[in-house]
């Protein structure tokens, strides 16, 4: 038995909401959305009919702690990956967004390349 799910969110905890969700929205290409009274939370939204099902959300909370990946005291718990066309390109896009790109690249085929966000989430830009 499945669960009926009619929205879908991958929620990034940071320590401030409305500065990580304008990045994922240069990023991606999307747009932001905010509650006035949600404090702490933003959405970034995908444009047309995938906005209606997915959403990544931003959720601001106190004393946020970013992953220290590959290794460290603060383990990654999740990541995005986005899959681009031509990953020099998405790499200038990102850098441009705002990421930075991770000093550690496990990719031995070059498929994938790792970069953290302004808050130092981790995040892939992959090719097929």
Known sequence: MAISSH???FVLDCPDCEELAAFYARLLGWSVSSFPDVPGWANVVPPGEYGENFRIGCQQI??????TWPGGPVPQQGHLDFYV?????GEREAIAAGATKHEVQPS?????VVFLDPVGHPFCLCTD
């Open 108 to 112: 031995e085929t070059g498929q994938f």
């Open 85 to 89: 066309q031509d990953l020099v390109e």
């Open 7 to 9: 929205l879908n969110y």
């Open 62 to 67: 106190p004393d946020f702690q970013p992953p």
